[in-house]
């Protein structure tokens, strides 16, 4: 098979499986398992695949490092949660806003106390 038609071949795989993974729907559930081996497994597959690319095997380096680039792809999708649409938190802020004019009259009365 042609280098071009593998590379092209990996292209459109990483395509789809980039867009599933961070614009599609999350998992049903948290798989930790599964984040931790498919980002461990993906991030030493960079290196591996580096090296076999620049050993002259262009075409296998590519591969690789595509692969590993659709394994960290599995992580960041299974780290998703249920329900984890992407956007800011829902509901209530935790922690109220900074009341700045209280702030500002306490200071005052620190700065007068520390004249005295």
Not at 44 to 49: A, E, K, N
Not at 66 to 78: E, F, I, K, Y
Request: proline share 9%; aromatic share 6%.
């Amino acid at each position: 098979m042609s280098p071009v038609v593998v590379k092209v071949a990996v292209g459109v795989v990483l395509a789809v499986v980039l867009v599933r993974a961070f614009i599609g729907p999350p998992p049903g559930r948290l798989r930790p398992l599964t984040v931790l081996v498919a980002g461990f497994l993906g991030v030493i597959g960079y290196p591996i695949g580096a090296v076999v690319a620049a050993e002259g095997h262009a075409t296998a380096g590519s591969v690789l490092i595509g692969a590993a680039v659709c394994l960290v792809s599995l992580a960041a999708w299974a780290a998703r949660g249920p329900g984890d649409d992407g956007g800011e938190p829902r509901g209530e802020d935790p922690v109220p806003p900074v009341d700045w004019e209280a702030f500002d009259r306490a200071r005052e009365r620190w700065e007068q106390a520390a004249r005295r």
